[in-house]
Protein backbone atom coordinates (compact mmCIF):
# COMPACT_ATOMS: atom_id res chain seq x y z
CA UNK A 1 0.00 0.00 0.00
CA UNK A 2 1.31 4.04 -0.15
CA UNK A 3 4.49 4.11 1.06
CA UNK A 4 5.71 7.65 2.71
CA UNK A 5 8.88 9.05 3.25
CA UNK A 6 9.84 12.72 4.75
CA UNK A 7 13.04 14.21 5.48
CA UNK A 8 14.11 17.41 7.28
CA UNK A 9 18.17 18.12 7.76
CA UNK A 10 21.36 19.00 6.14
CA UNK A 11 20.46 16.25 2.89
CA UNK A 12 19.12 16.91 -0.17
CA UNK A 13 15.56 15.93 0.81
CA UNK A 14 14.82 14.92 -3.04
CA UNK A 15 17.64 12.63 -2.88
CA UNK A 16 16.68 11.14 0.56
CA UNK A 17 13.57 11.18 -0.79
CA UNK A 18 14.05 9.22 -3.77
CA UNK A 19 15.95 6.41 -2.62
CA UNK A 20 13.36 5.95 -0.16
CA UNK A 21 10.51 5.84 -1.79
CA UNK A 22 12.35 3.07 -4.25
CA UNK A 23 12.91 1.37 -1.25
CA UNK A 24 9.31 1.44 -0.26
CA UNK A 25 8.25 0.16 -4.34
CA UNK A 26 7.19 -3.58 -2.50
CA UNK A 27 4.77 -2.33 -1.20
CA UNK A 28 2.59 -1.79 -4.17
CA UNK A 29 1.89 1.39 -6.45
CA UNK A 30 0.79 3.27 -8.92
CA UNK A 31 1.86 6.91 -8.76
CA UNK A 32 4.07 9.17 -6.71
CA UNK A 33 4.88 12.84 -5.79
CA UNK A 34 7.18 14.33 -3.59
CA UNK A 35 6.80 18.24 -2.23
CA UNK A 36 9.98 20.23 -1.14
CA UNK A 37 9.46 23.70 0.71
CA UNK A 38 11.48 26.59 -1.65
CA UNK A 39 11.61 30.18 -0.49
CA UNK A 40 7.89 30.79 0.93
CA UNK A 41 6.70 27.91 -1.56
CA UNK A 42 5.94 24.70 -1.46
CA UNK A 43 6.96 23.15 -4.49
CA UNK A 44 5.07 19.49 -5.41
CA UNK A 45 6.18 17.12 -8.57
CA UNK A 46 4.33 13.87 -9.08
CA UNK A 47 4.14 11.26 -12.00
CA UNK A 48 1.31 8.13 -12.53
CA UNK A 49 3.17 4.90 -12.80
CA UNK A 50 6.62 4.01 -11.76
CA UNK A 51 8.76 5.52 -9.72
CA UNK A 52 11.28 6.49 -12.32
CA UNK A 53 8.44 8.53 -14.12
CA UNK A 54 8.94 11.00 -11.60
CA UNK A 55 12.92 10.63 -11.81
CA UNK A 56 12.61 11.29 -15.24
CA UNK A 57 10.46 14.31 -14.92
CA UNK A 58 12.02 16.23 -12.37
CA UNK A 59 15.63 15.19 -13.65
CA UNK A 60 16.49 18.78 -15.36
CA UNK A 61 14.79 20.49 -12.38
CA UNK A 62 17.93 20.37 -10.07
CA UNK A 63 15.48 20.54 -7.13
CA UNK A 64 17.20 21.05 -3.55
CA UNK A 65 15.56 21.64 -0.12
CA UNK A 66 16.42 20.45 3.52
CA UNK A 67 12.86 19.69 4.00
CA UNK A 68 10.80 17.46 2.11
CA UNK A 69 7.78 14.50 1.77
CA UNK A 70 7.45 11.58 -1.18
CA UNK A 71 4.59 9.58 -1.65
CA UNK A 72 3.81 6.38 -3.76
CA UNK A 73 -0.21 5.76 -4.15
CA UNK A 74 -1.63 2.69 -4.07
CA UNK A 75 -5.14 4.05 -5.54
CA UNK A 76 -8.55 4.00 -2.91
CA UNK A 77 -10.96 6.91 -3.98
CA UNK A 78 -9.94 8.40 -7.95
CA UNK A 79 -8.19 6.21 -10.11
CA UNK A 80 -4.22 5.98 -10.79
CA UNK A 81 -3.13 9.06 -12.49
CA UNK A 82 -0.78 12.59 -11.83
CA UNK A 83 -3.25 14.61 -10.37
CA UNK A 84 -4.73 11.95 -7.64
CA UNK A 85 -0.90 11.61 -6.67
CA UNK A 86 -0.08 12.73 -3.62
CA UNK A 87 1.27 15.05 -2.13
CA UNK A 88 -2.20 17.22 -2.00
CA UNK A 89 -2.26 20.61 -1.46
CA UNK A 90 -4.04 23.47 0.01
CA UNK A 91 -6.12 25.81 -2.35
CA UNK A 92 -3.82 28.63 -1.49
CA UNK A 93 -0.54 26.14 -1.61
CA UNK A 94 1.02 26.37 1.57
CA UNK A 95 0.21 23.17 3.08
CA UNK A 96 1.20 19.74 1.42
CA UNK A 97 -0.03 16.10 2.88
CA UNK A 98 1.08 12.46 2.21
CA UNK A 99 -1.52 10.42 3.19
CA UNK A 100 -1.86 6.33 3.50
CA UNK A 101 -5.56 5.14 4.69
CA UNK A 102 -8.97 6.70 3.93
CA UNK A 103 -10.31 9.59 5.10
CA UNK A 104 -13.70 8.01 5.60
CA UNK A 105 -15.97 10.86 6.30
CA UNK A 106 -13.82 13.33 3.50
CA UNK A 107 -17.44 14.05 1.47
CA UNK A 108 -19.53 15.02 4.71
CA UNK A 109 -16.34 17.24 5.55
CA UNK A 110 -16.21 19.05 2.00
CA UNK A 111 -19.77 19.40 2.38
CA UNK A 112 -19.55 21.18 5.94
CA UNK A 113 -15.99 22.88 6.15
CA UNK A 114 -14.78 23.07 1.90
CA UNK A 115 -18.34 24.14 0.14
CA UNK A 116 -16.79 26.51 -1.48
CA UNK A 117 -13.39 25.21 -2.89
CA UNK A 118 -12.16 24.08 -5.36
CA UNK A 119 -10.45 20.33 -5.44
CA UNK A 120 -8.05 19.45 -8.00
CA UNK A 121 -8.34 15.52 -7.49
CA UNK A 122 -10.97 12.82 -6.58
CA UNK A 123 -9.34 11.63 -3.55
CA UNK A 124 -10.55 12.11 -0.20
CA UNK A 125 -6.84 13.08 0.95
CA UNK A 126 -7.10 16.36 -0.79
CA UNK A 127 -10.01 17.64 2.23
CA UNK A 128 -6.95 16.99 4.86
CA UNK A 129 -4.51 20.04 2.65
CA UNK A 130 -8.31 22.25 2.29
CA UNK A 131 -8.81 21.88 6.02
CA UNK A 132 -4.97 22.61 7.09
CA UNK A 133 -5.40 25.99 5.74
CA UNK A 134 -8.88 26.37 6.35
CA UNK A 135 -8.43 25.87 10.30
CA UNK A 136 -4.58 28.00 10.55
CA UNK A 137 -4.22 29.65 13.02
CA UNK A 138 -0.73 30.59 13.03
CA UNK A 139 0.15 27.29 14.84
CA UNK A 140 0.73 24.33 12.44
CA UNK A 141 0.83 21.86 15.22
CA UNK A 142 -2.59 23.04 16.89
CA UNK A 143 -3.93 23.34 13.56
CA UNK A 144 -2.93 19.71 12.67
CA UNK A 145 -4.93 18.33 15.89
CA UNK A 146 -7.73 20.59 14.75
CA UNK A 147 -8.16 19.03 11.70
CA UNK A 148 -7.32 15.09 13.46
CA UNK A 149 -10.28 16.01 15.35
CA UNK A 150 -12.74 15.92 12.47
CA UNK A 151 -11.77 12.93 10.45
CA UNK A 152 -12.35 9.71 10.72
CA UNK A 153 -10.98 6.60 8.74
CA UNK A 154 -7.59 5.12 9.01
CA UNK A 155 -4.52 7.47 8.45
CA UNK A 156 -0.74 7.87 8.67
CA UNK A 157 -0.58 11.61 7.57
CA UNK A 158 2.71 13.45 7.05
CA UNK A 159 2.23 17.34 6.43
CA UNK A 160 4.60 20.59 5.70
CA UNK A 161 3.31 23.97 5.77
CA UNK A 162 5.48 26.35 4.07
CA UNK A 163 5.20 29.46 6.61
CA UNK A 164 6.81 27.07 8.80
CA UNK A 165 9.13 25.17 6.75
CA UNK A 166 11.05 24.24 9.71
CA UNK A 167 9.07 21.40 11.10
CA UNK A 168 7.52 18.20 9.19
CA UNK A 169 4.27 17.08 11.18
CA UNK A 170 2.94 13.30 11.54
CA UNK A 171 -0.34 11.35 13.09
CA UNK A 172 -1.00 7.98 12.56
CA UNK A 173 -4.48 6.13 13.52
CA UNK A 174 -4.26 2.56 12.60
CA UNK A 175 -1.96 2.92 9.00
CA UNK A 176 1.99 2.36 10.17
CA UNK A 177 5.04 4.81 10.61
CA UNK A 178 8.33 4.66 11.82
CA UNK A 179 10.75 7.64 12.98
CA UNK A 180 14.51 7.73 12.40
CA UNK A 181 16.81 9.48 14.45
CA UNK A 182 19.97 10.86 12.46
CA UNK A 183 22.64 13.33 13.67
CA UNK A 184 20.85 17.12 12.59
CA UNK A 185 18.53 15.22 10.42
CA UNK A 186 15.04 13.19 11.16
CA UNK A 187 13.24 10.85 8.36
CA UNK A 188 10.07 9.61 8.81
CA UNK A 189 8.77 6.68 6.46
CA UNK A 190 6.03 4.02 6.37
CA UNK A 191 8.56 1.26 6.77
CA UNK A 192 12.31 0.42 7.87
CA UNK A 193 14.17 -0.05 4.39
CA UNK A 194 13.57 3.46 3.40
CA UNK A 195 15.73 4.40 6.61
CA UNK A 196 18.07 1.54 6.41
CA UNK A 197 20.44 3.78 4.37
CA UNK A 198 20.67 6.57 7.01
CA UNK A 199 19.91 5.58 10.63
CA UNK A 200 19.05 2.52 12.88
CA UNK A 201 17.72 4.61 15.69
CA UNK A 202 14.03 4.40 15.30
CA UNK A 203 10.70 5.05 17.23
CA UNK A 204 7.90 3.77 16.48
CA UNK A 205 4.39 6.08 16.57
CA UNK A 206 1.44 5.09 18.87
CA UNK A 207 -2.24 6.36 17.70
CA UNK A 208 -3.20 9.79 18.25
CA UNK A 209 0.36 10.63 18.86
CA UNK A 210 1.97 14.07 16.84
CA UNK A 211 5.27 13.66 15.78
CA UNK A 212 7.11 17.08 15.21
CA UNK A 213 10.40 16.48 13.42
CA UNK A 214 13.00 19.45 12.90
CA UNK A 215 16.88 19.19 12.33
CA UNK A 216 17.44 19.09 15.55
CA UNK A 217 15.50 15.84 16.97
CA UNK A 218 11.97 14.37 16.96
CA UNK A 219 9.57 15.68 19.81
CA UNK A 220 6.39 13.41 20.13
CA UNK A 221 4.04 15.10 21.11
CA UNK A 222 0.33 13.72 23.11
CA UNK A 223 -3.34 15.47 21.83
CA UNK A 224 -2.53 18.29 24.25
CA UNK A 225 0.74 19.18 22.77
CA UNK A 226 2.26 17.74 26.28
CA UNK A 227 5.72 16.52 24.97
CA UNK A 228 5.83 12.17 25.77
CA UNK A 229 8.95 10.26 26.69
CA UNK A 230 9.33 7.94 23.65
CA UNK A 231 11.45 4.72 23.79
CA UNK A 232 14.43 4.39 20.67
CA UNK A 233 14.68 1.23 18.86
CA UNK A 234 17.53 -0.13 17.29
CA UNK A 235 16.69 -1.81 14.04
CA UNK A 236 18.83 -4.85 13.33
CA UNK A 237 18.00 -5.62 10.28
CA UNK A 238 20.83 -5.39 7.70
CA UNK A 239 20.84 -3.17 4.88
CA UNK A 240 21.78 -5.98 2.51
CA UNK A 241 18.94 -7.50 3.49
CA UNK A 242 16.32 -5.03 2.33
CA UNK A 243 19.08 -5.55 -1.58
CA UNK A 244 18.47 -8.34 -3.97
CA UNK A 245 22.18 -9.25 -3.74
CA UNK A 246 22.58 -10.51 -7.08
CA UNK A 247 18.67 -12.34 -7.85
CA UNK A 248 16.80 -11.49 -10.15
CA UNK A 249 13.99 -11.01 -8.12
CA UNK A 250 13.24 -10.58 -4.32
CA UNK A 251 11.43 -13.53 -4.49
CA UNK A 252 13.60 -15.99 -5.29
CA UNK A 253 16.27 -14.56 -3.42
CA UNK A 254 13.63 -14.83 -0.72
CA UNK A 255 12.93 -18.39 -1.61
CA UNK A 256 16.78 -19.31 -1.52
CA UNK A 257 17.01 -17.33 1.79
CA UNK A 258 14.88 -20.30 3.25
CA UNK A 259 16.93 -22.30 5.21
CA UNK A 260 19.23 -19.90 6.41
CA UNK A 261 15.68 -18.24 8.32
CA UNK A 262 14.54 -21.25 8.97
CA UNK A 263 17.65 -21.70 11.38
CA UNK A 264 16.33 -18.37 12.71
CA UNK A 265 13.09 -19.32 13.56
CA UNK A 266 14.19 -22.51 15.57
CA UNK A 267 17.35 -20.75 17.31
CA UNK A 268 17.39 -20.61 20.93
CA UNK A 269 13.91 -22.28 21.12
CA UNK A 270 15.12 -25.86 21.74
CA UNK A 271 16.20 -26.82 25.09
CA UNK A 272 16.91 -30.29 26.15
CA UNK A 273 13.84 -31.27 24.02
CA UNK A 274 11.87 -28.41 25.28
CA UNK A 275 10.00 -25.67 23.82
CA UNK A 276 10.67 -22.32 24.91
CA UNK A 277 9.37 -18.56 24.02
CA UNK A 278 9.91 -15.03 25.18
CA UNK A 279 6.53 -15.86 27.57
CA UNK A 280 5.86 -18.17 29.41
CA UNK A 281 2.10 -19.82 30.10
CA UNK A 282 1.53 -21.69 33.43
CA UNK A 283 -0.28 -25.13 32.77
CA UNK A 284 -3.57 -23.31 34.46
CA UNK A 285 -3.62 -20.44 31.61
CA UNK A 286 -3.21 -22.93 28.58
CA UNK A 287 -5.96 -25.02 29.96
CA UNK A 288 -7.94 -22.41 30.60
CA UNK A 289 -7.92 -21.88 26.99
CA UNK A 290 -11.07 -24.51 25.61
CA UNK A 291 -10.84 -23.14 22.41
CA UNK A 292 -8.18 -21.36 20.04
CA UNK A 293 -9.00 -19.00 16.80
CA UNK A 294 -6.62 -18.75 13.98
CA UNK A 295 -7.17 -15.11 12.15
CA UNK A 296 -5.44 -13.95 9.47
CA UNK A 297 -5.30 -12.90 5.84
CA UNK A 298 -4.37 -14.93 2.82
CA UNK A 299 -0.62 -16.41 3.09
CA UNK A 300 -1.18 -16.06 6.58
CA UNK A 301 -4.44 -17.69 6.67
CA UNK A 302 -3.36 -20.36 5.06
CA UNK A 303 -0.50 -21.19 7.53
CA UNK A 304 -3.12 -20.84 10.29
CA UNK A 305 -4.73 -24.17 8.11
CA UNK A 306 -1.56 -25.82 9.18
CA UNK A 307 -1.54 -24.34 12.70
CA UNK A 308 -4.99 -25.79 13.35
CA UNK A 309 -3.88 -29.13 12.39
CA UNK A 310 -0.84 -29.03 14.41
CA UNK A 311 -2.12 -27.37 17.52
CA UNK A 312 -5.62 -30.04 17.44
CA UNK A 313 -2.98 -32.88 17.20
CA UNK A 314 -0.94 -32.13 19.65
CA UNK A 315 -2.25 -30.03 22.28
CA UNK A 316 -6.19 -31.41 21.77
CA UNK A 317 -7.34 -28.24 21.65
CA UNK A 318 -10.33 -27.30 19.11
CA UNK A 319 -9.01 -24.90 16.77
CA UNK A 320 -11.16 -22.57 14.28
CA UNK A 321 -9.33 -20.34 11.64
CA UNK A 322 -10.57 -17.62 10.20
CA UNK A 323 -10.31 -15.11 7.54
CA UNK A 324 -9.53 -11.50 9.68
CA UNK A 325 -12.21 -9.60 7.00
CA UNK A 326 -15.01 -11.81 7.82
CA UNK A 327 -14.43 -12.52 11.60
CA UNK A 328 -15.28 -9.27 13.53
CA UNK A 329 -18.48 -8.96 11.33
CA UNK A 330 -20.12 -12.14 12.36
CA UNK A 331 -19.85 -11.87 15.94
CA UNK A 332 -17.71 -14.88 17.36
CA UNK A 333 -17.96 -16.16 20.54
CA UNK A 334 -15.60 -15.05 22.66
CA UNK A 335 -14.61 -14.52 25.87
CA UNK A 336 -11.44 -15.52 28.42
CA UNK A 337 -11.36 -19.17 27.73
CA UNK A 338 -10.45 -18.45 24.28
CA UNK A 339 -7.45 -18.01 22.84
CA UNK A 340 -7.08 -15.72 19.39
CA UNK A 341 -3.46 -16.02 17.78
CA UNK A 342 -3.19 -13.82 15.12
CA UNK A 343 -0.97 -14.23 12.25
CA UNK A 344 0.47 -11.41 10.07
CA UNK A 345 3.85 -11.23 8.25
CA UNK A 346 3.66 -7.42 8.03
CA UNK A 347 1.65 -7.26 11.80
CA UNK A 348 -0.06 -3.87 9.86
CA UNK A 349 -2.87 -5.94 7.80
CA UNK A 350 -5.23 -3.60 8.68
CA UNK A 351 -8.14 -6.51 8.96
CA UNK A 352 -6.08 -8.59 11.49
CA UNK A 353 -5.65 -5.31 13.58
CA UNK A 354 -9.17 -5.33 13.81
CA UNK A 355 -9.58 -8.95 14.41
CA UNK A 356 -7.01 -8.41 17.40
CA UNK A 357 -8.35 -5.32 18.72
CA UNK A 358 -12.17 -7.26 18.56
CA UNK A 359 -10.66 -10.37 20.50
CA UNK A 360 -9.06 -7.96 23.29
CA UNK A 361 -12.48 -5.92 23.57
CA UNK A 362 -13.96 -9.36 24.34
CA UNK A 363 -11.64 -10.12 26.91
CA UNK A 364 -9.47 -12.87 24.98
CA UNK A 365 -5.76 -13.03 24.97
CA UNK A 366 -4.09 -12.43 21.37
CA UNK A 367 -0.97 -14.16 20.97
CA UNK A 368 1.03 -12.75 17.51
CA UNK A 369 2.82 -14.81 15.33
CA UNK A 370 4.76 -12.08 13.30
CA UNK A 371 8.17 -10.93 11.53
CA UNK A 372 7.91 -7.15 12.29
CA UNK A 373 8.92 -5.98 15.14
CA UNK A 374 7.28 -3.14 16.62
CA UNK A 375 4.21 -3.55 14.52
CA UNK A 376 0.95 -2.69 15.40
CA UNK A 377 0.26 -6.63 15.87
CA UNK A 378 3.29 -7.41 17.69
CA UNK A 379 2.94 -3.86 20.34
CA UNK A 380 -1.07 -4.81 20.88
CA UNK A 381 -0.93 -8.79 21.73
CA UNK A 382 -0.50 -10.25 24.91
CA UNK A 383 2.28 -12.77 23.81
CA UNK A 384 4.63 -12.78 20.97
CA UNK A 385 5.99 -14.97 18.67
CA UNK A 386 8.56 -13.45 16.03
CA UNK A 387 9.13 -15.86 12.89
CA UNK A 388 12.85 -13.80 12.05
CA UNK A 389 12.42 -14.56 8.32
CA UNK A 390 14.05 -10.57 7.81
CA UNK A 391 12.41 -8.25 5.68
CA UNK A 392 10.29 -9.96 3.19
CA UNK A 393 10.32 -7.50 -0.17
CA UNK A 394 8.71 -9.50 -2.92
CA UNK A 395 4.72 -9.34 -2.83
CA UNK A 396 4.12 -12.96 -2.85
CA UNK A 397 5.18 -13.99 0.29
CA UNK A 398 7.78 -17.26 0.47
CA UNK A 399 9.72 -16.99 3.78
CA UNK A 400 7.28 -15.92 6.11
CA UNK A 401 5.09 -18.59 5.60
CA UNK A 402 7.42 -21.29 5.80
CA UNK A 403 8.52 -19.53 9.04
CA UNK A 404 5.16 -18.83 9.78
CA UNK A 405 4.53 -23.04 10.26
CA UNK A 406 7.43 -23.76 11.85
CA UNK A 407 6.40 -21.45 14.81
CA UNK A 408 3.42 -23.04 14.60
CA UNK A 409 4.74 -26.38 14.79
CA UNK A 410 6.77 -24.83 18.10
CA UNK A 411 3.72 -23.68 19.41
CA UNK A 412 2.15 -26.47 19.24
CA UNK A 413 4.99 -28.60 20.87
CA UNK A 414 5.07 -25.67 23.66
CA UNK A 415 1.67 -25.88 24.72
CA UNK A 416 1.29 -29.62 24.83
CA UNK A 417 4.13 -29.60 26.66
CA UNK A 418 2.81 -26.78 29.04
CA UNK A 419 -0.40 -28.94 29.34
CA UNK A 420 1.53 -31.65 30.48
CA UNK A 421 0.22 -34.13 27.68
CA UNK A 422 1.74 -37.58 27.61
CA UNK A 423 2.08 -37.50 23.65
CA UNK A 424 6.10 -36.58 24.43
CA UNK A 425 7.98 -39.29 21.76
CA UNK A 426 5.62 -37.25 19.08
CA UNK A 427 6.65 -33.94 19.99
CA UNK A 428 10.32 -35.23 20.03
CA UNK A 429 10.06 -36.53 16.98
CA UNK A 430 8.70 -33.06 15.40
CA UNK A 431 11.39 -31.38 17.12
CA UNK A 432 14.01 -33.35 15.72
CA UNK A 433 12.00 -32.98 12.49
CA UNK A 434 12.27 -29.18 13.00
CA UNK A 435 16.08 -29.29 13.49
CA UNK A 436 17.02 -31.01 9.95
CA UNK A 437 15.36 -28.82 8.24
CA UNK A 438 17.52 -26.18 7.43
CA UNK A 439 20.12 -28.77 6.01
CA UNK A 440 17.34 -30.55 3.97
CA UNK A 441 15.99 -27.64 2.88
CA UNK A 442 19.02 -26.69 1.64
CA UNK A 443 20.34 -29.97 -0.19
CA UNK A 444 17.00 -29.04 -2.43
CA UNK A 445 17.82 -25.86 -3.79
CA UNK A 446 20.33 -26.96 -6.70
CA UNK A 447 20.77 -25.86 -10.04
CA UNK A 448 19.45 -29.50 -11.35
CA UNK A 449 16.45 -28.98 -8.96
CA UNK A 450 15.47 -25.62 -10.62
CA UNK A 451 15.66 -27.08 -14.00
CA UNK A 452 13.38 -29.69 -13.54
CA UNK A 453 10.75 -26.87 -12.13
CA UNK A 454 11.50 -24.58 -14.60
CA UNK A 455 10.87 -26.78 -17.42
CA UNK A 456 7.51 -28.31 -16.00
CA UNK A 457 6.35 -24.57 -15.56
CA UNK A 458 7.39 -23.67 -19.23
CA UNK A 459 3.94 -26.24 -19.93
CA UNK A 460 1.89 -24.01 -17.97
CA UNK A 461 3.14 -20.77 -20.00
CA UNK A 462 -0.71 -20.61 -21.68
CA UNK A 463 -2.79 -22.01 -19.75
CA UNK A 464 -5.71 -20.37 -18.73
CA UNK A 465 -6.78 -22.69 -15.47
CA UNK A 466 -4.91 -24.74 -13.20
CA UNK A 467 -5.77 -26.73 -10.77
CA UNK A 468 -4.10 -27.47 -7.40
CA UNK A 469 -5.22 -30.93 -4.86
CA UNK A 470 -3.91 -32.77 -2.25
CA UNK A 471 -5.54 -33.99 1.15
CA UNK A 472 -5.20 -33.13 4.86
CA UNK A 473 -2.02 -30.79 5.01
CA UNK A 474 -1.62 -31.24 1.52
CA UNK A 475 -4.64 -29.41 0.43
CA UNK A 476 -3.19 -26.88 2.68
CA UNK A 477 0.05 -26.37 1.20
CA UNK A 478 -2.49 -27.01 -2.30
CA UNK A 479 -4.37 -23.50 -1.21
CA UNK A 480 -1.33 -21.56 -0.37
CA UNK A 481 0.21 -23.13 -4.04
CA UNK A 482 -3.01 -21.94 -6.00
CA UNK A 483 -2.30 -18.43 -4.13
CA UNK A 484 0.90 -18.03 -5.01
CA UNK A 485 0.51 -19.16 -8.86
CA UNK A 486 -2.52 -16.51 -9.43
CA UNK A 487 -1.04 -13.74 -7.75
CA UNK A 488 2.22 -13.23 -9.98
CA UNK A 489 1.40 -15.36 -13.02
CA UNK A 490 -2.30 -14.41 -12.92
CA UNK A 491 -3.25 -17.32 -14.35
CA UNK A 492 -6.53 -18.77 -12.76
CA UNK A 493 -5.90 -21.23 -10.42
CA UNK A 494 -7.98 -23.55 -8.13
CA UNK A 495 -6.83 -25.45 -4.71
CA UNK A 496 -9.14 -28.17 -3.88
CA UNK A 497 -9.53 -30.78 -1.05
CA UNK A 498 -8.86 -33.60 -3.82
CA UNK A 499 -12.38 -35.88 -2.56
CA UNK A 500 -14.59 -32.91 -2.69
CA UNK A 501 -13.22 -32.76 -6.89
CA UNK A 502 -16.25 -35.48 -7.40
CA UNK A 503 -18.90 -33.02 -5.81
CA UNK A 504 -19.03 -30.55 -8.91
CA UNK A 505 -15.50 -29.39 -9.65
CA UNK A 506 -14.49 -32.59 -11.97
CA UNK A 507 -16.82 -31.28 -14.43
CA UNK A 508 -14.64 -28.76 -15.18
CA UNK A 509 -11.33 -31.05 -15.39
CA UNK A 510 -10.37 -31.49 -19.42
CA UNK A 511 -6.95 -31.75 -21.11
CA UNK A 512 -6.93 -28.21 -20.82
CA UNK A 513 -6.59 -28.07 -17.24
CA UNK A 514 -3.54 -29.21 -15.69
CA UNK A 515 -3.34 -30.77 -12.23
CA UNK A 516 -1.01 -29.93 -9.42
CA UNK A 517 -1.11 -32.59 -7.15
CA UNK A 518 0.63 -32.85 -3.73
CA UNK A 519 0.60 -36.68 -2.33
CA UNK A 520 3.38 -36.27 0.26
CA UNK A 521 1.06 -37.22 3.43
CA UNK A 522 1.46 -41.06 3.63
CA UNK A 523 -2.23 -41.35 5.59
CA UNK A 524 -4.07 -39.86 2.67
CA UNK A 525 -2.15 -41.31 0.14
CA UNK A 526 -4.62 -44.22 -1.19
CA UNK A 527 -6.89 -41.75 -1.07
CA UNK A 528 -4.95 -39.13 -3.18
CA UNK A 529 -3.53 -41.57 -5.87
CA UNK A 530 -7.51 -42.53 -6.26
CA UNK A 531 -8.20 -38.65 -7.00
CA UNK A 532 -5.00 -38.37 -9.38
CA UNK A 533 -7.04 -41.46 -10.87
CA UNK A 534 -10.10 -39.82 -11.55
CA UNK A 535 -8.57 -36.79 -13.19
CA UNK A 536 -5.85 -38.35 -15.26
CA UNK A 537 -9.35 -39.91 -16.46
CA UNK A 538 -10.71 -36.94 -17.47
CA UNK A 539 -7.45 -36.74 -19.90
CA UNK A 540 -5.46 -33.73 -17.61
CA UNK A 541 -2.14 -33.46 -17.39
CA UNK A 542 -0.67 -34.61 -14.01
CA UNK A 543 2.18 -32.75 -12.16
CA UNK A 544 2.51 -34.51 -8.71
CA UNK A 545 4.93 -33.69 -5.86
CA UNK A 546 6.18 -36.44 -4.21
CA UNK A 547 8.34 -37.92 -1.24
CA UNK A 548 11.67 -38.90 -2.58
CA UNK A 549 11.36 -42.96 -2.92
CA UNK A 550 7.60 -42.80 -4.16
CA UNK A 551 7.95 -44.82 -7.00
CA UNK A 552 4.25 -45.61 -7.07
CA UNK A 553 3.34 -42.60 -8.05
CA UNK A 554 5.34 -41.85 -11.15
CA UNK A 555 3.68 -44.87 -12.96
CA UNK A 556 0.44 -43.43 -13.17
CA UNK A 557 1.39 -39.23 -13.44
CA UNK A 558 3.05 -37.23 -16.80
CA UNK A 559 5.60 -35.98 -13.94
CA UNK A 560 6.73 -35.77 -10.35
CA UNK A 561 9.07 -33.56 -8.61
CA UNK A 562 9.99 -34.88 -4.96
CA UNK A 563 11.02 -33.03 -1.95
CA UNK A 564 13.47 -35.43 0.26
CA UNK A 565 11.46 -37.50 3.15
CA UNK A 566 10.98 -35.63 6.68
CA UNK A 567 8.50 -36.72 9.45
CA UNK A 568 5.30 -36.70 7.47
CA UNK A 569 3.91 -34.02 10.15
CA UNK A 570 6.71 -31.59 9.15
CA UNK A 571 6.43 -31.80 5.42
CA UNK A 572 4.31 -29.27 3.95
CA UNK A 573 7.40 -26.58 5.35
CA UNK A 574 9.17 -28.75 2.47
CA UNK A 575 6.31 -29.46 0.00
CA UNK A 576 5.87 -25.90 -0.48
CA UNK A 577 9.14 -24.72 -1.71
CA UNK A 578 8.57 -26.33 -5.09
CA UNK A 579 5.10 -24.84 -5.68
CA UNK A 580 6.72 -21.30 -4.64
CA UNK A 581 9.37 -22.14 -7.70
CA UNK A 582 6.52 -23.81 -10.08
CA UNK A 583 4.69 -19.53 -9.32
CA UNK A 584 8.30 -18.03 -9.65
CA UNK A 585 9.46 -19.68 -12.78
CA UNK A 586 5.82 -19.70 -14.73
CA UNK A 587 5.48 -15.54 -14.12
CA UNK A 588 8.75 -15.83 -15.25
CA UNK A 589 8.11 -17.66 -18.37
CA UNK A 590 4.64 -15.26 -19.17
CA UNK A 591 6.75 -12.12 -18.39
CA UNK A 592 4.83 -11.07 -15.27
CA UNK A 593 6.20 -8.49 -12.75
CA UNK A 594 6.99 -10.67 -10.30
CA UNK A 595 7.86 -8.30 -7.39
CA UNK A 596 5.39 -6.41 -7.38
CA UNK A 597 1.98 -7.83 -9.08
CA UNK A 598 -0.50 -5.74 -10.60
CA UNK A 599 -3.32 -4.70 -8.24
CA UNK A 600 -1.71 -5.84 -5.29
CA UNK A 601 0.49 -4.61 -2.53
CA UNK A 602 2.69 -6.16 0.35
CA UNK A 603 0.91 -4.25 3.19
CA UNK A 604 -3.08 -4.33 3.29
CA UNK A 605 -3.83 -1.61 6.00
CA UNK A 606 -6.46 -0.60 4.72
CA UNK A 607 -9.81 -2.87 5.24
O1 LIG B 1 1.31 -9.05 6.30
P1 LIG B 1 0.30 -10.15 6.37
O2 LIG B 1 0.89 -11.49 6.58
O3 LIG B 1 -0.81 -9.84 7.34
O4 LIG B 1 -0.38 -10.15 4.93
C1 LIG B 1 -1.49 -10.93 4.66
C2 LIG B 1 -1.73 -11.07 3.18
O5 LIG B 1 -2.00 -9.82 2.60
C3 LIG B 1 -0.53 -11.69 2.46
O6 LIG B 1 -0.17 -12.91 3.01
C4 LIG B 1 -0.83 -11.90 0.96
O7 LIG B 1 -1.82 -12.85 0.80
C5 LIG B 1 0.46 -12.29 0.24
N1 LIG B 1 0.77 -11.30 -0.73
C6 LIG B 1 0.39 -13.58 -0.47
O8 LIG B 1 1.58 -13.89 -1.09
Known amino acids: MCGIVGYIGKRNAVDVMLQGLSKLEYRGYD ?40 HTRWATHGRPSDYNAHPHTSQNGKFAVVHNGIVENYLRLKETYLADEVFTSETDTEVVAHLLEKFYNGSFEETVVKVLDVLEGAYALVMICADESDKIIACRKDSPMVLGIGDGESFIASDVPALLAYTRECMYIEQGELCVLTQDGITIKNHALEVIDKEVHTIEWDAEAAEKDGYEHFMLKEIFEQ ?25 EQVNSWNKIYIVACGTAYHAGLVGKAVIEKLARIPVEVEIASEFRYREPMLDEHTLVIVISQSGET ?33 YVIYIWAGPEISVASTKAYTTMLIAEYLLGVYLAQQKGMDNGALRAEILEGLQHLPDIAETMLTDAYLEQIQKAAEGYKDANDIFFIGRGLDWAIALEGSLKLKEISYIHAEAYAAGELKHGTLALVTD ?11 ATYDKIASNIKEVKAREANVLAIINEGDEETQKFVDETIAIPRIHNFVAPVLAVIPLQLISYYTAKVRGCEIDQPRNLAKSVTVE
Open 350 to 382: ADTVAALREAKKNGCKVMAVTNVVGSAIARESD
Open 259 to 283: PTVFKKTIAGRIHGGEVQFDFDLSA
Open 31 to 70: SSGIAIVQGSEVLVNKAEGKLVNLQNKIEDLHLESSIGIG
Open 512 to 522: ETPVIAICVQD
